[in-house]
């Protein structure tokens, strides 16, 4: 009989876990972050990111975090805008407020950093952009200011 009864203990201490796996698998998950294939390029005041594959980004969900040199922009833009402090107005594409709410496969995005932003874009700098949506990391880019 006891043999018996030591299977059965296991056989209940299996379904239990299983439950257990099953109802922690099923509570919340957290958020997956879109999975695209970006690049950078950079000139004298204009940062542009190219979608060149894979899953559209909601720019809502977006915040951009540009740095030159290891130096954090002083302002950092607000996608989506049309107007802010240390940029250029009118950025293009989904970063531009008016524009379509998701950046997508073979969409580039712009935006205008302003002189009145520090550090300031110069050639041969090393820019460095930071993309997180709802908090998740997206990529992180880096290119060379070149002359615009």
Sequence with gaps: MAPVAGVLLIAITVVLAGGVAAAALDGPSATVPPSAVLSLSATDDRIAIDHRGGDPIDVSAVTIRVSVD?????????????????????????????????????????????????????????????????????????AFVESG
Aim: no cysteine; proline share 14%.
């Design 70 to 142: 290891g130096e954090p922009l002083d302002e950092q833009p607000p996608v989506p805008f049309f107007s802010a402090a240390g940029f250029h107005p009118g950025p293009t594409g989904p970063f531009n407020s008016a524009g379509d709410d998701a950046l997508r496969a073979g969409e580039t995005a712009t935006f205008r950093v302003a002189d009145t932003n520090d550090p300031t874009l110069e050639p041969g700098r090393r820019v460095t952009v930071e993309i997180t949506a709802d908090g998740q990391p997206v990529a992180t880019l880096e």
